[in-house]
């Protein structure tokens, strides 16, 4: 069973900064896609970063030039860098891996809280 763990949330300032990160129980070489999704109070859960296993970046436009997505594979371990944070950014961030066996298998880890706020 894949675990993930994400871990690096907390409460900034307007314009600060956060690092989150994501640690795996398995090599990350396992997974097709990894990726960062956040949830606001109210809202859907939508996607901010992903990275296939490939190289492939994408970002939600919301957090383009502000986010970056990183992955360190010796660490087994999924990173979000997070600057010039907004007030909504505010959510829970969750790290989602992707693993193609048998048959396609998500995997979430259980999220990490960020609020933005003076």
């Known amino acids: 069973q894949v675990q993930l763990v994400e871990s690096g949330g907390g409460l900034v300032q307007p314009g600060g900064s956060l690092r989150l990160s994501c640690a795996a129980s398995t090599s990350i070489f396992r997974f097709v896609a990894m990726g960062w999704y956040r949830q606001a109070p109210g809202k859907q859960r939508e996607l901010v970063a992903g990275?296939?296993?490939?190289?492939?970046?994408n970002y939600a436009d919301s957090v383009k030039g502000r986010f970056t997505i990183s992955r360190d594979n010796t660490k087994n371990t999924l990173y979000l860098q997070m600057n010039s944070l907004k007030p909504e950014d505010t959510a829970l961030y969750y790290c989602k891996a992707k693993l193609i066996g048998l048959r396609v298998e998500d995997y979430w880890g259980q999220g990490t809280p960020v609020t933005v706020s003076s």
């Open positions: 990275i296939t296993a490939g190289g492939t970046l």
